[in-house]
């Protein structure tokens, strides 16, 4: 398949920074062959399956979701703002029955959709499955994102250790019978966990041409054992695959560090373990103060930047410019849809380039429009840690890319491109969206997906989940207390640092 993108605006993103007003990219077999700046007729780089007029289109990388989870994109709008650890009793409800492959399916290619609309072409799916992933839901996962077009890295984000041993506070707060509860084996120990990996690499990793692969999750280090991490960590060597892992979101976590690993941080942790590595996407990075950023830094593993979630989520105001004065490689995620509410990455980038002015006065210290361009996609190429490079539209590069319509309000007048595309733009002016060289979005509709019948089977399927008896809000509302006290407990300590805005220690009186 060879297609012809003529005589368009190209932002290249290449290590020139090369723009072109006006230039003709040639795709071949999934691969972009050459990009010719000058005005160029149709048929002038030979015969071609298709030739597309971009005139008045920009043509830059297709966007990298850095962080997601697929596992509760039904959920959007299903909550108020709350802190990390009390939304995940609503999230994954101690007692919910085992999900459909069909309910796994359509959540996972509703995200696809979102994202393929508007303009991204690649994700890094940290998908959990309550209560234990399958190789049948596993199966439906990476079928959705198979059909959908997009490009996609998944990995299983589950935990092998008790409730009880991933908190602070909990063993001496909870009642004997929750106590008890909370301190049961988790629902899948490492070995099936691990089993569940080797289904999910042999069956899917490389697949589609290289555009399905597997990575490997911890989810978090204070969710699993060592054991559990090493054959982890084993596992992404032998196959070169991303490692995903949440890391101090929230001052509770740092919290977990002081009391339950004698004082060192979850970063110190990892490193201790010897299992800190440039193959890690360390999610969130909130609460590192640091020696846990010249860790990272000096490991190089990739951050995961998710300032809407944070915000969402009240977790605080990630170290960005000390990170970036470090060259810790950050990219920008959304991560899941009730921590986001949307799977757009749009308003990611427009908050990751504001967010960060009001933790310090010296506005040279500000992110500028460049800078969350260079997060978006050349961050998100490195987390993807693709075989075939992405991220820059160049000679042998992926040929994932996106078409905008520079005669929409979001650019009009055009005055800074990269400004605009951060500042202005919120998916709406996406014309066409290429995977791989294939074209899976244009005039409005995705070529690979029934859009109208996904949508309203995914109505129906959340009327039917709703009319169900379940145990997940009984049992969240047992716990709530509990975990309540966790919450203010921590956010009560001192811990030396702040991601906060205001005071620095909110203490029980602030509290009620
Ligand atoms: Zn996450």
Redesign the pocket.
Known sequence: MKIVIRNARVLTLDATGAEHDCATVVVEDGVIRSVNPGMFAPGSFGAADRDIDAAGLLVMPGLVNG?F?SSVNHLKGSLDSLPLEIFMLYESPAGAGEVAPRVAYVRTMLAAMEMLRTGTTSVLD?AFFVPAPSPPVIDAVMQAYADSGIRVVLALDQPDVPEIDKHPYLRDLLPPDLRQAAAAPPPMDAAGLLACYRHLIERWHGGAGGRLRAAVSCSAPQRVTPEYFRALDALSREHHLPFYI?VLETKVQRVFGEDCLGGRSLVRHVSDLGLLSDRLNI?HGIWLDDQDLDLIAAAGSVVAHNPISNLRLGSGVMPFRAMRSRGIPICLGT??AIADDAVNLWGVMKLAGLIHNVTQPDYHDWPTAREVLDCMISGGARAMRSPRPLGQVSAGHQADLILLDLDTLPFTPLNDLHRQLVYCENGGSVRMTLVQGRVVFEEGRLSTVDEAAIRAEARALAAATRSAPGPGGHDAARWLPYYRQMYLSAAGREVGLTRWMGPAVSGPGVLK
């Open positions: 962080h989870h940290d949440h999610i991560d899941e």
